[in-house]
T-cell receptor, first 109, second 112 residues
Framework: KNEVEQSPQNLTAQEGEFITINCSYSVGISALHWLQQHPGGGIVSLFMLSSGKKKHGRLIATINIQEKHSSLHITASHPRDSAVYICAVRGGSQGNLIFGKGTKLSVKP | AAGVIQSPRHLIKEKRETATLKCYPIPRHDTVYWYQQGPGQDPQFLISFYEKMQSDKGSIPDRFSAQQFSDYHSELNMSSLELGDSALYFC???????????FGPGTRLTVT
């Protein structure tokens, strides 16, 4: 079993829809990251969370430490949101990240 | 704002050759991480450095070595390249290990 599980693996939405991507982890963590990767490879950090909720524009990330679960929400989705969204956790004092397998999002106009 | 710089962006090598990948962290960042992402795979942690010392080691093959220099840039040296080393190699930097990591654009290595 992977230490970081994401669902769904693939997601197709219509423009304007509300999107939720889920992440569950089985290890103790000091922080959780949500990352975005576009075709061609570049990775952009969207959020780093250790508790509660963060919002940036149309993106909202929440984390429940007790349940070892995080969600990434996209409101009013747009075709430019199409990308792979990756959940990654940082365990303990080690800074390195353990990655989930990503959720491939496609938003249709 | 300055971002993480990686060079080269693309590299083509033949089997058994060597390759050197470079990473220049964001100014004042003292921690560098290297990750490898194979085709269709999630990134895997290779190695990290904090204040010019190796901090943690992941799934880095013995054929690979890395170091962080006095100006905090880091180099990943890869020898006896194999076809399976073809991947996207990311570098990330942070200020201390507890803070957010910022990723470079990656170096796409193709071994033929």
């Amino acid at each position: 079993k992977n230490e970081v599980e994401q669902s769904p693996q693939n997601l197709t939405a219509q423009e304007g829809e509300f999107i939720t991507i889920n992440c569950s982890y089985s290890v103790g963590i000091s922080a959780l990251h949500w990352l975005q990767q576009h075709p061609g490879g570049g990775i952009v950090s969207l959020f780093m969370l250790s508790s509660g909720k963060k919002k940036h524009g149309r993106l909202i990330a929440t984390i429940n430490i007790q349940e070892k679960h995080s969600s990434l929400h996209i409101t009013a989705s747009h075709p430019r949101d199409s990308a792979v969204y990756i959940c990654a956790v940082r365990g303990g004092s080690q800074g390195n990240l353990i990655f989930g397998k990503g959720t491939k999002l496609s938003v249709k106009p | 704002a300055a971002g993480v710089i990686q060079s080269p962006r693309h590299l083509i090598k033949e089997k058994r050759e060597t390759a050197t990948l470079k990473c220049y962290p964001i100014p004042r960042h003292d921690t560098v991480y290297w990750y490898q992402q194979g085709p269709g795979q999630d990134p895997q942690f290779l190695i990290s450095f904090y204040e010019k010392m190796q901090s943690d080691k992941g799934s880095i093959p013995d054929r690979f070595s890395a170091q962080q220099f006095s100006d905090y840039h880091s180099e990943l040296n890869m020898s006896s390249l194999e076809l399976g080393d073809s991947a996207l190699y990311f570098c990330a930097s942070s200020f201390r290990r507890a803070y957010e990591q910022y990723f470079g654009p990656g170096t796409r290595l193709t071994v033929t």
